[in-house]
């Protein structure tokens, strides 16, 4: 008898795990593929203000109700390999004109008026270069921090919008430097 209580409890205990299993997939996938997922940088494109290795939890949500702003830090697929992410800074949005002289970038509005010259407090390795390009409906240019280590929209071109995954909201790794929203200044 006591054999048969046994028996019945590992059943019982095996189908609850199941249970939690199944109930962890159901919260665990959907949040993944469309609420947050981790990323890891790679190379030294976002020099100082992202390592290689730092771990990274990247908020794909709010892109849906919101644009990221200026100069925020975001996750792309790469256009060259939509298959490939980058890490890199949104610097011009849709019908804009990014001009860059001597390694300063300005950027046109729509309107052909308005002139925006960024600050960019968050360059360290600067390069000095002259660059121009005008985008076109749904285009989106991308720069890393580090302008002489990066390959970015000066290279490969302008980003369509849906190519952009996210923000990092979280930074896990390195410890010394778990914060919100990084690459804010």
Do not use: C
Request: proline share 6%.
């Amino acid at each position: 008898m006591e054999e048969n209580n046994q028996i019945e409890t590992k059943k019982s205990s095996f189908w609850e795990l199941v249970r939690y299993a199944v109930i962890a997939l159901l919260i665990v996938v959907p949040f993944r593929i469309f609420v947050a997922q981790p990323y890891v940088v790679e190379g030294a494109s976002m020099d100082p203000t992202f390592k290689n290795g730092d771990y990274l939890i990247v908020d794909q949500l709010s892109k849906r109700f919101e644009l990221p702003a200026r100069e925020s830090v975001i996750i792309i697929r790469y256009p060259k390999n939509p298959s490939t992410f980058f890490i890199k800074r949104l610097i011009a949005f849709p019908g804009e004109t990014v001009e860059i002289k001597k390694g300063k970038v300005t950027i046109l509005e729509v309107d052909g008026k308005t002139k925006i010259e960024l600050d960019e407090p968050y360059i360290i390795y600067s390069k000095d270069e002259n660059f121009s390009a005008k985008l076109g409906t749904n285009e989106y240019f991308v720069m890393g921090d580090n302008r002489a280590g990066s390959s970015d929209s000066r290279i490969w071109g302008a980003v369509p919008g849906e190519y952009i995954i996210g923000k990092p909201i979280l930074r896990l790794l390195p410890l010394n430097k778990i914060g919100i929203s990084p690459g804010t200044f």
